[in-house]
């Protein structure tokens, strides 16, 4: 039977879509790229970017770099940087958001991919499979306290609605405390805990009872507890990012966090700690919430945990709450979490964190990136407002958006790739993996000393 590839202006054959097709694998395929076909892979992607997947990407990338750079497009990396098509080579300072906290292709987690793949790729939904349960004791080790049972997912907003559902499973109520600032994802359900304006209002109304209050304001989140209470609208969790990462890099105010424990503790309330873009040893610590000394019912975990080769997440919750999925285990279900390809990635990862001690390693040169940064900025601080951060999640925040923009455009033009947070435009990341090496550290510290003056403020 012949089949014909429809798109809104002409026919493609079928011969000439698997010409095409063979000709994408045959450049997977290839170790080294030729000139031309870079020009080809850019060509391609920039044209298909524009007519199939969203041209307004194309118009986000004109916004940040200079010139054309913004048909830049990414062909391989390793360690601390990446490569474009043309052979350019680049210190990533991004991160992929915070995924690629053991560096880029991480030896050890790409071999246990590539062996777990050998083997088998996906499980059978209905047997017992072994790296999913070898993978929850190992969570149930290394996270703080009374953590235990352990539900996979594939990505940081997955692990936020299963949270939110534990949280509504283990009691009657359905009032969540969630943050201004704060960014749990896109989904319907994690939409409603986020915070900016511009995500959530063409989505409205979102799941009902979330109430947001500002963060590192205990009064405030006091005052809610006490007025949900009286209207009999009880709070069932407060969801906290201990460090806020979309919202600019925000730390929390000495002994806040402990003091929401409290409170939840007082109110019979679930803590729920997003630790998506904090975990995994970004902050100094394997979690962030031990930096501050507290133990959360529920923690999500997403991004790094994966290793940057497998997309992977978890949710990792004390025997009292998670026990309300014990009699129906398919009240929360997904088809890829959990995966036996994303649970070896995720077992390499946390030996390569635990073995490498790169949350240590996180603390120490975040420590000397942050004094670095900060010295550059004391002689311009009529354009940089204040650089904060904790181990390798450092935020610089400009006085302007303008000027942060200007400032991802000369950095990227040197070499090194930035950009803003999702919640606070004014604010640009520093999100390197944990494996950065001190020279590139130097290198980005460089740069922002180059290109300081260069700005208007």
């Known amino acids: 039977?012949?089949?014909?590839?429809?798109?809104?202006?002409?026919?493609?054959?079928?011969?000439?879509?698997?010409?095409?097709?063979?000709?994408?694998?045959?450049?997977?395929?290839?170790?080294?790229?030729?000139?031309?076909?870079?020009?080809?892979?850019?060509?391609?992607?920039?044209?298909?970017?524009?007519?199939?997947?969203?041209?307004?990407?194309?118009?986000?990338?004109?916004?940040?770099?200079?010139?054309?750079?913004?048909?830049?497009?990414?062909?391989?990396?390793?360690?601390?940087?990446?490569?474009?098509?043309?052979?350019?080579?680049?210190?990533?300072?991004?991160?992929?958001?915070?995924?690629?906290?053991?560096?880029?292709?991480?030896?050890?987690?790409?071999?246990?991919?590539?062996?777990?793949?050998?083997?088998?790729?996906?499980?059978?939904?209905?047997?017992?499979?072994?790296?999913r349960a070898m993978l929850a004791k190992i969570l149930a080790d290394i996270t703080p306290g009374d953590l235990k049972y352990s539900f996979f997912t594939n990505s940081g907003t997955e692990s936020v609605e299963a949270a939110l559902k534990l949280a509504k499973m283990y009691s009657d109520r359905y009032t969540i405390i969630s943050t201004t600032k704060s960014f749990h994802g896109k989904s319907l359900g994690s939409l409603s805990a986020t915070a900016k304006g511009m995500f959530r209002k063409p989505f409205l109304p979102l799941i009902p009872g979330v109430r947001h209050v500002p963060f590192g304001d205990i009064d405030m989140m006091r005052k809610t507890f006490e007025s949900s209470a009286l209207v009999g609208e009880e709070v069932?969790?407060?969801?906290?990012?201990?460090?806020?990462?979309?919202?600019?890099?925000?730390?929390?105010?000495?002994?806040?966090?402990?003091?929401?424990?409290?409170?939840?503790?007082?109110?019979?309330?679930?803590?729920?700690?997003?630790?998506?873009?904090?975990?995994?040893?970004?902050?100094?610590?394997?979690?962030?919430?031990?930096?501050y000394d507290v133990v959360p019912d529920i923690i999500c975990l997403a991004k790094a945990f994966g290793g940057g080769v497998m997309p992977a997440g978890a949710v990792v919750a004390n025997e009292k709450v998670f026990k309300s999925w014990f009699e129906n285990p398919f009240m929360h279900t997904t088809t890829f979490g959990g995966n036996p390809l994303a649970c070896a990635a995720a077992i390499a990862t946390i030996d390569v964190l635990l073995e490498e001690k790169l949350p240590e390693r996180a603390a120490e040169v975040g420590e000397y990136f942050l004094n670095g940064l900060r010295e550059?900025?004391?002689?311009?601080?009529?354009?940089?407002?204040?650089?904060?951060?904790?181990?390798?999640?450092?935020?610089?925040?400009?006085?302007?958006?303008?000027?942060?923009?200007e400032f991802s455009k000369a950095l990227f033009d040197k070499g090194i790739l930035v950009a803003g947070t999702l919640i606070n435009s004014k604010t640009i990341r520093i999100e390197p993996s944990l494996t950065i090496h001190l020279d590139e550290v130097d290198t980005v510290i460089k740069a922002f000393k180059d290109v300081l003056p260069t700005l208007k403020s």
């Open 1 to 131: 039977m012949s089949i014909n590839v429809e798109n809104k202006t002409n026919q493609v054959s079928q011969t000439e879509t698997q010409d095409y097709i063979k000709k994408v694998l045959q450049l997977i395929e290839q170790k080294e790229i030729s000139k031309e076909d870079a020009q080809w892979v850019t060509k391609e992607t920039v044209e298909n970017f524009r007519n199939h997947v969203n041209p307004g990407f194309l118009e986000y990338r004109k916004t940040v770099t200079k010139d054309t750079q913004f048909a830049a497009v990414e062909w391989s990396d390793q360690d601390s940087c990446f490569t474009d098509v043309n052979g350019k080579k680049y210190i990533d300072c991004l991160g992929g958001f915070g995924i690629y906290n053991v560096g880029h292709r991480n030896p050890k987690v790409v071999k246990a991919v590539t062996d777990q793949l050998q083997r088998q790729a996906l499980h059978s939904q209905d047997l017992l499979d072994p790296l």
């Open 236 to 291: 069932a969790a407060v969801l906290l990012e201990p460090i806020q990462g979309e919202g600019g890099v925000i730390l929390p105010p000495q002994g806040y966090l402990k003091q929401v424990r409290e409170l939840c503790d007082e109110y019979d309330a679930l803590l729920i700690l997003d630790e998506v873009q904090t975990g995994m040893g970004r902050t100094g610590k394997m979690f962030a919430s031990e930096l």
């Open 376 to 405: 550059v900025a004391n002689e311009h601080k009529d354009k940089v407002l204040e650089i904060r951060g904790q181990g390798l999640m450092i935020g610089i925040e400009f006085h302007k958006d303008e000027v942060g923009y």
